[in-house]
C-alpha cells in the first residue's frame, strides 16, 4: 500500500482487484527474465519459461501427469499419522496450518505417491510439494517415504522421488528430524530388495531432506538451476564471513563437484529416467526399442516428443 492507494475510495480499489484478478487467471511472469506468459503456453511447456528456460515449481499432479505413460497413474494411500502431536504454536497454531494447507491444495500433506507406467516398466514415484507448508518434512511424509518404498518392493518396481523441500517441519519437533534416520531405512529395504532408488533434485532440496533420503540415490538427476544445499547461501555467508562463489548449490554447481550425475531438462526428465530405469531393472525390450515408439498422444508434451524424436533418430531402429 502507498500514499495514493490509501486515497483510492474502495469502490476504485474493488475495480483495479478484479482486473489484476483475471489477469491473473491468463498470464503468468515468469520470476526469472520478467517476461509475461500465456498460461496455457506455460503449462503444455510443463512450466519451464520458453524465454529463459526458467524452470518453475510445480505440483505433484503436474509432475506425475508429465512422468507416466498416457498421464495415467494411480495414486496411492499414503498412512495416516498424528496431526500436530506437540500442540504447537507459533503466530498460528499448527493444527490451523495444517487446515489451511490441506484446503489450499486438496492433499493430505507434502507427498503424493503415484504408480504407473514409464514407457510399460512400472513405476513407484514420491512427490513433494512445495506448495504444502514448503514441502516439509514431517511425521506424514516420512511415513509417504517409508510406504512409497514399501509399495515399490510389493510391486518390484523402482521408486523416484522428486524431492523439493525447505527441510524439516520444526512444528513437529523432534519428530520431524526421527524421520531422517526412518527414511534413510526405507532406502536401505529398497537397497536391500535390488531395487533401483533414483532422486530427482528439483528446486529446492534443502535442510533434513538433503541431509536424508535426498542424497542417497542411486542417481542423483537435478533439474537445471535447482537450488540444493543443507543450509541456505545467506546463512552460510553470515556464518562464515565470506562472499560464496557464482551460482553456489545450483544444480550445475553441485554437478561440477560430484555431487548429482546429472542435470536434465524438464522435457527430457521422462525420457531419461526411462532409459536410466530400464538398464538399471533389466528391462525386456532394448532402451532404442522404448525410444523409438513416442507414440503416448500426449497433446500437451509436444517438446517431450520433440526430444525423443531427436534421440531417436541418433540410434538404429533395431526394435521396429
Ligand atoms: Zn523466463
Given amino acids: 500500500m502507498n500514499w495514493l492507494s490509501d486515497f483510492t475510495p474502495p469502490g476504485i480499489k474493488k475495480i483495479f482487484r478484479q482486473r489484476e484478478g483475471d489477469g491473473d487467471q491468463l498470464w503468468s511472469r515468469c520470476p526469472a527474465c520478467g517476461e509475461m506468459i500465456f498460461k496455457k503456453d506455460l503449462e503444455a511447456a510443463q512450466h519451464v519459461c520458453p524465454h529463459c528456460d526458467h524452470h518453475m515449481r510445480i505440483g505433484p499432479k503436474e509432475r506425475l501427469d508429465a512422468l507416466f505413460d498416457n498421464g495415467t497413474w494411480v495414486k496411492q494411500d499414503t498412512p495416516d499419522v498424528h496431526d500436530d502431536p506437540l500442540k504447537f504454536k507459533d503466530t498460528k497454531k499448527y493444527?490451523?496450518?495444517l487446515k489451511e494447507y490441506r484446503r489450499k491444495t486438496g492433499e493430505k500433506d507434502a507427498m503424493v505417491i503415484g504408480k504407473g507406467q514409464i514407457d510399460g516398466l512400472g513405476v513407484v514415484a514420491a512427490v513433494q510439494n512445495f506448495a504444502f507448508m514448503g514441502g516439509s518434512m514431517g511425521m506424514a511424509l516420512g511415513e509417504g517415504i517409508v510406504r512409497a518404498a514399501e509399495i515399490a518392493i510389493a510391486d518390484r518396481s523402482?521408486?523416484?522421488?522428486?524431492a523439493a523441500s525447505g527441510g524439516a517441519r520444526m512444528q513437529e519437533g523432534i519428530?520431524?528430524?526421527m524421520q531422517m534416520p526412518r527414511t534413510t531405512i526405507a532406502v536401505q529395504m529398497l537397497r536391500d530388495e535390488g531395487l533401483p532408488y533414483i532422486v530427482v533434485?528439483?528446486?529446492p532440496?534443502?535442510?533434513g531432506v538433503t541431509a536424508s533420503y535426498a542424497m542417497l540415490g542411486d542417481v542423483h538427476l537435478a533439474e537445471p538451476g535447482a537450488l540444493i544445499g543443507f543450509a541456505g547461501p545467506?546463512?552460510?555467508?553470515?556464518?562464515i564471513r565470506e562472499k560464496l562463489p557464482d551460482g553456489f548449490q545450483r544444480a550445475e554447481y553441485l554437478l561440477d563437484k560430484g555431487m548429482v550425475d546429472q542435470v536434465v531438462h524438464r522435457h527430457e526428465m521422462r525420457m531419461t529416467l526411462s532409459n536410466l530405469l530400464r538398464v538399471l531393472m533389466k528391462f525386456e525390450g532394448s532402451a532404442a526399442s522404448t525410444i523409438v515408439l513416442p507414440d503416448h498422444s500426449d497433446e500437451e508434451s509436444d517438446d517431450v516428443l520433440e526430444a525423443e524424436v531427436v534421440?531417436?533418430?541418433?540410434l538404429p531402429k533395431a526394435a521396429e
Fill in 175 to 177: 519428530l520431524s528430524l
Fill in 205 to 207: 532440496t534443502t535442510g
Fill in 158 to 162: 523402482p521408486l523416484v522421488v522428486f
Fill in 201 to 203: 533434485l528439483t528446486d
Fill in 234 to 239: 545467506r546463512v552460510i555467508e553470515q556464518t
Fill in 311 to 314: 534421440v531417436s533418430e541418433e
Fill in 95 to 97: 493444527a490451523d496450518r
